[in-house]
């Protein structure tokens, strides 16, 4: 199983981006997923959450701004930063935990994504 994460890139103070996580490979189903950003000289912090209800949960610092969503049928999951502020600026990985099959699941993380807050 590969968790592949795009989207990120430059932008300025206010603006926007999307970013995707895709799962890929022998899955099952997968229950929670959720977006972690690391910031230099910073501990990785969880951003957003989503479970496969549709349930979703936010940090303080991005509740309101951004909205984590998911496409069950596509295995991926989706982070809208709107207003974005030079302070999100920081690596964003994808983490879920996938069932690989009815008995067995593990944690698993991609790559990360780097995003750029800056005039």
Known sequence: VQLQASGGGLV???GS?????????????????RWYRQAPGKQRELVAAILSDGSTGY???TEGRFTI??????????????SLKPE?????????N???????????????TLV???S
Do not use: E, H
């Not at 981006?17 to 997923?33: D, P, Q």
């Not at 969503?69 to 709107?82: F, G, H, I, V």
């Not at 999100?88 to 879920?96: E, G, L, R, V, W």
């Open 69 to 82: 969503s998911r496409d069950n049928a596509k295995n991926t999951a989706y982070l809208q930063m709107n």
């Open 59 to 61: 940090a303080d610092s």
């Open 98 to 112: 996938i069932l690989v099959n009815r008995y067995y699941g593990y944690n698993y993380w991609g790559q990360g």
């Open 116 to 118: 750029t807050v800056s």
């Open 17 to 33: 981006l999307r970013l995707s996580c895709a799962a890929s490979g022998t899955i099952f189903s997968i229950n929670a997923m």
């Open 12 to 14: 300025q103070p206010g």
């Open 88 to 96: 999100d600026t920081a690596i964003y990985y994808c983490n879920a």
